[in-house]
């Protein structure tokens, strides 16, 4: 799992390159935008399989933090997210939703991984896993619907049956597995030998899900060679304004390191390939939404390790004393 874990950039990033090397064969693109929602489906199973939705209660044990981590997710962040968009995107409305679906969904997965390598409270960020799911599956078909309704055509129904096929039937395949599985193979064994294996699973599917969505829309990224340029300003400013609404939090609320290492990583990860496989289905005529999903990650990894970095730094000089 480490390894998948450490390499998942590189991963996705290979998957670009296959993908877009794969599109100039011919056929190929129109095999491979078949293969997607599969792929993705595959994914978020296993990304929901390793949500222990029974957490739900643990959360409010911490309710500064779990309260304050999910108002800047759902609340603070759309609102960024908006206003971002207009200051950059506004003269390109596709990546602008594409921006927009990117910061309303919170990571349900490895900003857990950024957590511990900051020393930061990992059990409080799990106890805020379950929350950050359930609320995008609810909140997220309203935030696009607010948000997006005027700037692409987005039908109802189109999104209800988005939201349906690519979250809830994963969601409760997911469920049925983690409630069966542990009978049918012990629980000891499912813990130590199927959840661990997810994480690779997600990993691998994610990068093919990549390759196959570069495959099935090389030529729009020919065209649109410039679409990492006009989404990399956005995103960076959208972690650079997070990270001092964390730190300032922390600091006015009297979160111990600890705290605030969790309170930061929630509010920055990003759970791009939820917002992906909804894109997918639900824009399928507007590659450009999908394709800034893809790029998130390649923006998001390397940005959430210096803000690792960053965190330890700030402890080893001394500089967080509640």
Excluded at 280 to 289: C, G, R, S, T
Aim: net charge neutral.
């Amino acid at each position: 799992m480490e390894f998948f874990e450490r390499y998942q950039t590189v991963l996705v990033f290979g998957g670009v390159g296959a993908g877009l090397a794969a599109a100039q064969v011919n056929g190929v693109p129109s095999v491979a935008d078949r293969l997607i929602l599969p792929l993705l489906l595959v994914m978020l199973f296993a990304v929901f399989a390793q949500v222990p939705l029974a957490r739900l209660r643990e959360g409010f044990r911490n309710r500064r933090v779990v309260g304050t981590s999910l108002a800047v997710n759902f609340v603070w962040n759309p609102l960024l997210a908006v206003v971002l968009g207009f200051i950059f995107l506004r003269n390109h409305p596709a990546l602008w939703v594409g921006l927009v679906m990117l910061i309303v969904t919170p990571c349900t997965d490895w900003y857990l991984v950024f957590t511990d390598i900051a020393d930061g409270d990992v059990p409080l960020a799990t106890s805020l896993l379950p929350y950050n799911l359930v609320l995008q599956l609810v909140l997220l078909p309203v935030y696009l619907l607010i948000f997006a309704g005027e700037l692409v055509e987005l039908p109802l129904g189109v999104l209800v049956e988005a939201v349906v096929l690519v979250l809830a039937v994963p969601l409760v395949l997911a469920s049925v597995a983690r409630g069966f599985l542990p009978r049918l193979v012990g629980r000891d064994r499912f813990r130590r030998r199927f959840l661990p294996a997810l994480g690779p699973v997600q990993v691998v599917f994610l990068a093919l899900a990549v390759a196959a969505m570069f495959a099935s829309q090389g030529e729009a990224v020919v065209e649109n060679p410039a679409v990492l340029v006009l989404l990399a300003v956005p995103v960076v400013a959208f972690y650079v304004i997070n990270f001092g609404v964390g730190l300032g939090i922390g600091r006015l609320g009297g979160f111990s390191y600890e705290e605030n290492v969790c309170l930061s990583c929630t509010i920055l990860s990003r759970n791009s390939p939820t917002a992906l496989a909804i894109a997918v289905v639900a824009f399928p005529d507007e590659p450009l939404i999908a394709l800034a999903l893809v790029i998130g990650p390649l923006l998001e990894l390397p940005l959430l390790s210096l803000v690792s970095r960053g965190m330890l730094g700030i402890r080893r000089k001394g500089l967080w004393e509640v």
